[in-house]
């Protein structure tokens, strides 16, 4: 079925639509980072600042340590990536090839583990890793981003897992492979991008969270990104709109640089035999 | 080969935490010396800097009792002081607002603080804030700053339309603020006012203090019952008629924060716009070049410029095994001169206004001229730049920051701009709705963003509180 030329133009108009909608707040964010604050309370705002200036990036890096605190959230975000992956790919695995009673019950589990809210977590938490003596540490951090990422981690290479034709396995064996042969040789190379896109899931929610990073840390120097970014913004939700837009901007390019790179990965592998050919 | 797969994933877990491990789960006690946790809420650059001046100022004062300054962050600060007193692992000194405490003061997490404070802090700071910070027969925070809400006006604006400028001492009534609002207002899409009510109970109830409002009345039998009387329906109906019978004030703002009304208010589309007194901060740095504006006092009704207050407060964690050492942190930090240079940081007014008049402080001053005026200190016959001047030695920001004027006593006192004598403002604090003979049963709260709840224990009352102005 062959689509007319205006149907095409309507389905381009669409999509450029959802794209403005989508980069919408980017690209004011950006637009902010670079006013002056005297045109952030203009009546009649521009996409371009009529005046650029980069006062707000340095009133940012003078008033906040974002440098020492986007450094402390690299290395929890890659942390808890690493880890998530680490864990989920054999747990995915026996849950996609063993239907076991335990594999239904740990797939309950991810579900219902997914409608807990931090608040209701935290104290508990608090006190486990109190006992454990994890507060104030990032290794506690990373591992509390361990744990809540790793549902839905497994829930997702679970799908990727079941992609993979069981055939190979089988091929494998006649050839005398292991299960961790099997696992390390065959199936990891297959699941390279679901691997990469679980392990991008973990890495941004764990880079973007900020309530277990607030009560967990109490080291100053210890504080990741987001917490950071709340020291623009005062009671009642007033902000010192500037600075925060521009070390906002800063926070997110990470996100959008891991994103640019693998992106083809990603889709690829979800796309990955969708189709016989 | 699965035994080995979960040892695996356990060692490397441990390995993590091994290697993130702090080793800090100590007092704070180090050979000999005490080190205190002060969690402090404070954001703005002036405020952040005036604080840890403070606690240096004491370290090299107190070798033996050492601070830490942390900070802390307004957002999500309730969940994360509720976390770490569960955990046992809450700052020594506590730094939050009084309408936060309800649930710390009686959860038991707050040191009582009578017998901690000293006299002169006590009475430096007036009976009626110590009520917000009282709950039951226990003193659970010191109140030291307080934000009352004011009008921001377009002076030029004022001045043209020939209006009466409010005092003080003369404020406008709620009538007469409706009927200038109308006369300001020219029917084409500029408006007398722009009320930002994102909070619309906090800001209704809280200024229907002034007007004689109540809402909340307790019988004899000990149980609270909500009236809504002439007095509540003062403000609502002001903003009602004002919106939709005068056209004076514009719906579109009803929903909006304080923040969000500037554009239009430097725009020249409203004349005033009722804010918190730290919002003067917002506009000496984003007012166009030339605008003149004005802090007015709020409109008067039957019980005088009365309105509720929250004030920020300090507190003691119950925890904390060294009190009184803390409690003499917070008695060094509110000491007059330093409270007012803390309200001059935070863009707010002190609550111990008693200790400052001692202390020589005659006047705190809005800003009252054209945006970027400078601020002084004014103590006897020296003049002293305020503190967040540019000429501190850093390098001047791209707008000129201060214009808080304290005048001390013995400076001249300035006619330009509303002056707020230090002796009826905001001393005069006063305690409506919830009168000493009250505290019995539950008791209504209101809590800074506009929820009202119950209070938990009976027995235990807590204040709501009125400012006057003027």
Known sequence: ??????????????????????????????????????????????????????????????????????????????????????????????????????????????????????????????????????????????????????????????????????????????????????????????????????????????????????????TPEKQTLPVVLTHFLGAEGVADLGPLAAAAFLATLPSLVVFALIQKRITGGMLAGAVKS | MRTRWSAAAVAGLLLVAGAGCSGDGGDGSRDGRITLRFQSLAWQKESVDVNKELVREWNAAHPKVRVEYVQGSWDSVHDQLLTSFEGGEAPDVVHDASDDLADFAYGGYLADLRGLLSERLRSDIPERSWETTTFGDGVYGVPFLQEPRVLIANAEWLEESGVRIPTPREPWSWSEFRAVTAELADGDGKYGVAWPLKEPVSATLNLSLSAGGRLFHRGDDGKVRIRFEEGDAVVPRTIRDQVNADASAPDSTLGSGGSDTLPGFFGGKYAMVPLGFSYRQQIVQQAPKGFRWRVLPAPAGADGLAQGVSPQTLSVAQDSPHKEEAAAFIDFLLRPRNMVRLALGDWMLPTGTRGAVRAGVSRVEGQGGDAGAPGVLQRGDRTERAQATPDDGRKPGPEPLPEVTVRWAGGASSSAGPLWPVAQFPAPLKSRGYRPDERQGRSPVFQGRGELRDQPPPGRTRKATAGQLG
């Open chain 1, 1 to 218: 079925m062959r689509t007319s030329r205006r149907a095409r133009a309507g389905q381009y108009a669409a999509l450029l639509a959802y794209l403005v909608f989508l980069a919408f707040p980017f690209l004011w964010l950006v637009s902010t980072a670079f006013k002056p604050p005297r045109e952030l309370a203009s009546l009649h705002p521009t996409w371009l600042p009529r005046d650029p200036t980069l006062d707000n990036f340095r009133q940012a890096f003078d008033e906040q340590p974002l440098l020492r605190a986007a450094a402390n959230s690299l290395v929890a975000a890659v942390g808890a990536a690493l880890i998530a992956v680490l864990i989920a790919t054999p747990m995915a695995y026996v849950m996609a090839r063993h239907r076991t009673r335990l594999a239904k019950a740990a797939t309950g589990w991810v579900v219902v583990s997914q409608a807990f809210p931090f608040v209701l977590v935290i104290i508990p938490l608090f006190l486990v890793l109190k006992n454990l003596r994890l507060i104030d540490s990032v290794g506690g951090l990373v591992m509390v981003y361990v744990v809540w990422a790793l549902p839905f981690a497994l829930w997702m290479l679970v799908g990727y897992v079941r992609a993979v034709p069981a055939e190979l396995e089988e091929a494998a064996a006649v050839d005398g492979a292991g299960r961790l042969r099997t696992l390390v040789s065959i199936i990891a190379p297959l699941l390279a991008p679901g691997i990469v896109a679980t392990g991008l899931f973990a890495f941004i929610s764990a880079w973007n969270e900020f309530f277990f990073a607030l009560v967990l840390l109490k």
